[in-house]
């Protein structure tokens, strides 16, 4: 059975729910099924643009492993990192760039090697049927359009920040996002003409046209995954469990997955 937070939580109000269990308040860590049978509950953090993809992963790896609940939580990279630097109680982290990552493995709170599952690159994200001829860039500058893009503290920032710079252009942002998918939901409800996104977030919806850029080769994001050290729930059932999670996600079985939604190899 899997569980998944919200993922446009603030980051406080993220922290609050990592640490408090699920939305439907079973307690982290073992505890006994209907059945009475011993189960373990594995907390996965995730960066949001692995949403779609995750929720799918979890559910295959629930009905294979007898006895584990899946918790997702996802957000932006950067909450991810600083909900586990303050304690939430992750067995597995998943981040949309190395450096967010990095910066885990620097104050040793990852319990593995990460290792590189997937890779990303930017779009310009339109509204589906959208009148306003954007080619590139270069259209989103001057003024004259309601521009949104990501934070430069969140991977979809940084590398936005990377292509703008390759471009020779300075992009006139409304506003910054904390995650990714606050970018594409204010382009897809129509609150902005345009917003840079991961190309996965634009193909998984209906609501935007993608318009790509050949800047976008400047900034290829790899996805590092790890388990966390001195997780909450790290008894041995959990930290067996979190291995084993991500073992799957960098399985065959994965790599299907991430393919069908436009992931890149890493």
């Known amino acids: 059975m899997t569980k998944s937070l919200a993922a ?25 099924d209907g059945d009475g049978a011993e189960s373990t509950t594995l907390t996965v953090f995730a960066a949001a643009s692995l949403t779609d993809t995750f929720e799918d992963l979890a559910d295959r790896f629930a009905e294979s492993h007898d006895g584990v609940d899946v918790q997702l939580s996802f957000a932006g990279s950067s909450d991810l990192v600083t909900q586990i630097r303050e ?49 590139g860039l270069a259209d989103l500058t001057g003024g004259g359009l309601d521009v949104v893009v990501c934070a430069p503290q969140v991977p979809c920032g940084a590398a936005t920040e990377t292509v703008a710079e390759s471009a020779g252009v300075e992009i006139d942002a409304v506003s910054e996002e904390p995650a990714v998918t606050d970018v ?18 634009a193909s998984g919806s209906d609501n935007v046209d993608a318009v790509e850029f050949p800047e976008s080769d400047d900034a290829v994001n790899l996805y590092p995954i790890a388990p966390v050290a001195d997780a909450g729930n790290a008894d041995a059932e959990n930290v067996e469990a979190a291995q084993q999670f991500v073992d799957f996600v960098l399985s065959d079985e994965g790599r299907a997955v991430f393919d069908a939604a436009g992931f890149g190899a890493p």
Do not use: H, W
């Open 184 to 201: 594409l939901g204010k382009v897809a409800n129509g609150q902005a003409d345009a917003g840079l996104v991961y190309r996965t977030d």
């Open 8 to 32: 446009a939580a603030a980051a406080s109000a993220l922290l609050l729910s990592a640490c408090g269990g699920s939305a439907a308040d079973s307690p982290a860590g073992d505890g006994a």
């Open 87 to 135: 304690g939430a109680p992750a067995d597995v982290v998943a981040t949309a760039d190395e450096r967010t990552m990095q910066s885990l493995v620097d104050d040793g709170l990852v319990a593995a090697e990460p290792q590189n599952f997937v890779s990303n690159t930017l779009v310009i994200a339109v509204p589906t049927g959208s009148p306003e001829r954007i080619e």
